[in-house]
T-cell receptor, first 113, second 113 residues
Framework: KQEVTQIPAALSVPEGENLVLNCSFTDSAIYNLQWFRQDPGKGLTSLLLIQSSQREQTSGRLNASLDKSSGRSTLYIAASQPGDSATYLC????????????FGPGTRLSVLP | DTAVSQTPKYLVTQMGNDKSIKCEQNLGHDTMYWYKQDSKKFLKIMFS???????INETVPNRFSPKSPDKAHLNLHINSLELGDSAVYFC????????????FGPGTRLTVL
């Protein structure tokens, strides 16, 4: 059964810092992995989708990498801003349950001005 | 121009009642999903549905049933509500196929008293 973990559970950084969020999954047989952000009381906003054949995806200040064999993905946020404060969730779609994503518990990020 | 919308945003009801949450997407997607986010913020898939197939997470009680009047809508009906049903319910959609990203609605916070 696929399990997804995210470390750290919470992170607080000063504005302007570069930071890395981690996502680990137990079953490396995945189709893809998607990063989301969730603002308090709001839905999920898709950030990046990275296919199993890809090593990384970039969007603006965000860069997601994927090492399928080791079961890990990282989300790199450059030059963090207070507006980046949110909970970041990763989700994997794995081969044995191809329709559905399995979500991690999230990392709550606070960027202090 | 909301992509995935849900109504109501908040729902407060008594134990034993029957209620519905509506979901609509205007993205032209043909697969829709319902997720439950519990008090610990874990997001878990409940259903995924396209016009051919309903996939049910085996842990979902049969008091929950999705109903799709057309490809743009997937409503969630809940019978005999229980205290443990209190959570935030998210609808999502995607193009069919395992390589496509999911887009989420804003969520419905259900409180059962």
């Amino acid at each position: 059964k696929q399990e997804v973990t995210q470390i750290p559970a919470a992170l607080s950084v000063p504005e302007g810092e570069n930071l890395v969020l981690n996502c680990s999954f137990t079953d490396s047989a995945i189709y893809n992995l998607q990063w989301f952000r969730q603002d308090p009381g709001k839905g999920l906003t898709s950030l990046l989708l990275i296919q199993s054949s890809q090593r990384e995806q970039t969007s603006g200040r965000l860069n997601a990498s994927l090492d399928k064999s080791s079961g890990r993905s990282t989300l790199y946020i450059a030059a963090s801003q207070p507006g980046d404060s949110a909970t970041y969730l990763c989700a994997v779609r794995h081969l044995t349950d191809g329709q559905n994503f399995v979500f991690g518990p999230g990392t709550r990020l606070s960027v202090l001005p | 121009d909301t992509a995935v919308s849900q109504t109501p945003k908040y729902l407060v009801t008594q134990m034993g009642n029957d209620k519905s949450i509506k979901c609509e997407q205007n993205l032209g997607h043909d697969t829709m999903y319902w997720y439950k986010q519990d008090s610990k913020k874990f997001l878990k898939i409940m259903f995924s549905y396209n016009n051919k197939e309903l996939i049910i997470n085996e842990t979902v009680p049969n008091r929950f049933s999705p109903k799709s009047p057309d490809k743009a809508h997937l409503n969630l009906h809940i019978n005999s509500l229980e205290l443990g049903d209190s959570a935030v319910y998210f609808c999502a959609s995607s193009r069919s196929g395992i390589y496509n990203e999911q887009f989420f609605g804003p969520g419905t916070r259900l409180t059962v008293l």
